[in-house]
């Protein structure tokens, strides 16, 4: 099974700082990474798929980039509503696994 | 719309079934490749299972951790996803998810809202 690694589990920021989250996999998945997005209460959002590819509708702010066994999601000028918690999937096997979670915090 | 609308979640003792629906509208139903994925308390995301699309026999796959004792299955002419869970244990506690798996991508565009399941005596 592929194993997925995200840190820092937890992070502080502010409005309008940049953010970098990364995700590490325990073999290559080439770029088959998509991050996901999910506030209190609610499913998952897929922001970015293919390590890089942004999803349609998702703010340009958000990108994504890596291949192999690293990745990063990369929040520049951070809002109000992009405080939540951030998680990596790897779409390289069929038995897909995602990564533990970063959640990002007002500070 | 696209819409996913999941039902059957509730209170089970350990060792008790349960059957979770998933509704599927404004796709179409025989072309997807629909999965779920729960979510414990508090805890990450874990795929639990898929179901391919019909081209493909509606087949399925599934985690180790639940292999053997959950079900995939479709109904065609309610266009509805179900999750057969048996032998449930205390750590199946959780928010399932049914999602749509893009074309068998591995990659999941739509989610439902989830219904809880929670396994206790």
């Known amino acids: 099974d592929i194993q997925m690694t995200q840190s820092p589990s937890s992070l502080s920021a502010s409005v309008g700082d940049r953010v970098t989250i990364t995700c590490r996999a325990s073999q290559s998945i080439s770029n088959y990474l998509n991050w996901y997005q999910q506030k209190p209460g609610k499913a998952p959002k897929l922001l970015i798929y293919?390590?890089?590819t942004l999803q349609s509708g998702v703010p340009s702010r958000f990108s994504g980039s890596g291949s192999g066994t690293d990745f990063t999601l990369t929040i520049r000028s951070l809002q109000p509503e992009d405080f939540a918690t951030y998680y990596c999937?790897?779409?390289?096997?069929?038995?897909?696994?995602f990564g533990q979670g970063t959640k990002l915090e007002i500070k | 719309e696209v819409q996913l609308v999941e039902s059957g979640g509730g209170l089970v003792q350990p060792g008790g079934s349960l059957r979770l629906s998933c509704a599927v509208s404004?796709?179409?139903?025989?072309?997807?490749?629909l999965d779920w994925v729960r979510q414990a308390p508090g805890k990450g995301l874990e795929w639990v299972g898929r179901s391919r699309n019909k081209a493909n026999s509606y087949t399925a796959d599934y985690a180790a951790s639940v292999k053997g004792r959950f079900t995939i299955s479709r109904d065609e002419s309610r266009s509805s996803l179900h999750l057969q869970l048996n032998s449930l244990k205390t750590e199946d506690t959780a928010v399932y998810y049914c999602?749509?798996?893009?074309?068998?991508?591995?990659?999941?565009?739509?989610w439902g809202q989830g219904t809880l399941v929670i396994v206790s005596s």
């Open positions: 293919d390590a890089s």
């Open positions: 999602v749509r798996d893009v074309y068998g991508s591995l990659r999941i565009d739509y």
């Open positions: 999937q790897q779409s390289y096997s069929t038995l897909y696994s």
């Open positions: 404004g796709i179409s139903f025989t072309d997807q490749y």
